[in-house]
C-alpha cells in the first residue's frame, strides 16, 4: 500500500517560483544587510518588512505574468521590444552583480560551515561551488526545483533564533506599525540598503523564466504551446507570489529582531557579515542561537548562488537568443551552462584574490540600485505592450503599483548615491 506524502510535502508540492524566489531574496548578503539593520538600530527598522511586502508582490507579480502570457523569460521579451545597445548593457551589469553577490554568498557558505567543522573556510569554498554547479548542470529541473523547496525550510532557522533571543515585544511592535523616520546619515543608509536588498534585479529574470521552465515540465516545451494563460493561471501566481514574498519578510522581520534583541541591546554594533552576526551571537544568546542561525546561512546560501547564476545565464540567453534552460541538457544550451559555470567559478575566485567582501557586495549594491528602476520601467512597458501580453494588459491598479514601486526605488538609487558618496 502507497504512502500518502506528509502535510509538508504536499504544502511544498503546491508552491512554484515564488516561494523559491522569495527565499533566495534572504541570501546571506541579505541576511548581512538586516543584521546590520537591527545591531545598529534596534527594532526601529521593522515597519519596513510591512511597506516593502506590497512593492515586491507587484514587481514579481508582473515579472511572472510576462513569462505566463508571452511564454518567455524577461531577457527574451526586452530582446524582443527594445534596442539591443539598451538590453546589453543592463544585462552585462546585472551578470557582474550577480557574480560578485555569488562570490559573497560562497564565502559566507564556507564561513559559517568553518564555525561547525574546524576547516577553513578558504579550503571549503572550493567543493561549495563544485557542489553547486554539478546540481545545476546535471540534475534535472524537477530535482533542481524540489531541493530549492526544501532548502527554504533552513530559512525558520532565523524565526528560531529570534525566540532564543527572548526579545522585548513591545519594542517590536512598536518598530513595526509605527514607523520611524530619521534624517541621520546611517539610518537613511540601511533603509537603502534594506529597499536595494529587497527588490533585487536578478528576481525578475528568476521569476520569469521560471514560469517558463514549470510550462516546459509540463509538457508546452513549444513557444505556441505556452503562449497565453488562464485567469486560474494568473491567480495561481499571484498566489504563489504572494507567498513566497510574505515567508521572505517574516524571515528578514526575525532576523531584525534576533539581532535587535541581543547584539543591538548588548552594543555589539559593528557586524559586517553573516558570519560576524553567527560569532556575535553566540556568547550573547548561547551557542545554540549562533549555530541555529549558521545552519540558516548555510541552507540560504545553497539556495541563493544558483539562483545568482541562473538568472545571469537567463539574461544573457534572452539577450542573445541563446538556447536556454534548467530542464534543457547542457549539450543543448552551452552557452546558457558555461555562463552558469562561470559565474560560479568567479564567484569562487573572489574569495581567493583579497577583495573584502563588505567592498564588492557595496559595489554589487550600487550596480543594483541602478538596474532595478530601470529594469521595473521595462517591465512596466512589457506588461502594457499589447503585441506582447495580448488582452492581458495591466489593469489600472497594476499600473499604479508597479509605477509607484518604480518611483521609489528610483528615490532608493538616488539616495544612495547622495548618502554613500
Known amino acids: 500500500m502507497r504512502r500518502e506524502p506528509g502535510w509538508l510535502r504536499r504544502f511544498l508540492a503546491v508552491l512554484g517560483p515564488g516561494l523559491i524566489t522569495g527565499a533566495s531574496d534572504d541570501d546571506p548578503s541579505g541576511i548581512a544587510t538586516y543584521s546590520v539593520a537591527g545591531a545598529t538600530l534596534g527594532y526601529s527598522t521593522l515597519w519596513t518588512a510591512i511597506v516593502s511586502f506590497p512593492m515586491m508582490v507587484i514587481a514579481q507579480f508582473l515579472c511572472a505574468k510576462i513569462g505566463l502570457v508571452s511564454g518567455r523569460g524577461l531577457g527574451e521579451a526586452m530582446r524582443l521590444r527594445f534596442p539591443r545597445y539598451v538590453v546589453v548593457p543592463m544585462v552585462a551589469g546585472l551578470v557582474i552583480a550577480n557574480t560578485i553577490n555569488a562570490g559573497a ?30 546540481l545545476q548542470v546535471w540534475g534535472s529541473y524537477r530535482l533542481i526545483a524540489s531541493v530549492f523547496k526544501w532548502l527554504t525550510l533552513a530559512l525558520f532557522a532565523y524565526v528560531a533564533s529570534a525566540f532564543f533571543a527572548s526579545p522585548d515585544w513591545g519594542a517590536a511592535l512598536r518598530g ?27 528576481m525578475f529574470f528568476w521569476q520569469a523564466r521560471l514560469e517558463v521552465e514549470e510550462d516546459i515540465e509540463m509538457g508546452r516545451r513549444y ?50 557579515t553573516a558570519a560576524d552576526v553567527a560569532k556575535a551571537l553566540e556568547p550573547i544568546a548561547g551557542r545554540a542561537a549562533g549555530l541555529v542561525l549558521a545552519i540558516g546561512m548555510i541552507g540560504a546560501g545553497f539556495l541563493a548562488v544558483p539562483v545568482l547564476t541562473a538568472s545571469s545565464g537567463f539574461a544573457l540567453a534572452g539577450a542573445f537568443n541563446w538556447k536556454q534552460g534548467l530542464s534543457t541538457k547542457p549539450g543543448r544550451a552551452p552557452q546558457f551552462y558555461w555562463t552558469i559555470a562561470l559565474s560560479t567559478l568567479v564567484g569562487v575566485l573572489i574569495n581567493f584574490i583579497g577583495i573584502s567582501p563588505v567592498a564588492a557586495l557595496f559595489w554589487a549594491a550600487v550596480i543594483n540600485g541602478v538596474l532595478a528602476p530601470a529594469l521595473l520601467v521595462f517591465v512596466m512597458l512589457l506588461t502594457n505592450d499589447k503585441r506582447l501580453m495580448g488582452t492581458r494588459l495591466n489593469t489600472p491598479l497594476m499600473n499604479a503599483g508597479g509605477w509607484a514601486t518604480t518611483a521609489a526605488m528610483a528615490a532608493a538609487a538616488v539616495a544612495m548615491f547622495v548618502f554613500w558618496r
Open 105 to 134: 554568498d560562497i564565502g559566507a557558505i564556507g564561513a559559517c560551515m568553518n564555525l561547525l567543522v574546524p576547516i577553513p573556510a578558504a579550503i571549503l569554498v572550493v567543493p561549495i561551488g563544485g557542489l553547486i554547479l554539478a
Open 176 to 202: 513595526t506599525f509605527v514607523p520611524t523616520l530619521s534624517l541621520d546619515k546611517g539610518y537613511l543608509m540601511t533603509l537603502v540598503a534594506i529597499l536595494g536588498t529587497t527588490i533585487s534585479p536578478y
Open 223 to 272: 513557444l505556441y504551446q505556452r503562449v497565453g494563460t488562464t485567469d486560474a493561471e494568473l491567480r495561481y501566481a499571484a498566489w504563489d507570489v504572494n507567498t513566497g514574498m510574505l515567508f521572505s519578510q517574516v524571515v528578514m522581520f526575525f532576523i531584525i529582531v534576533a539581532t535587535a534583541a541581543t547584539l543591538h541591546a548588548s552594543g555589539h554594533t559593528n557586524v559586517q
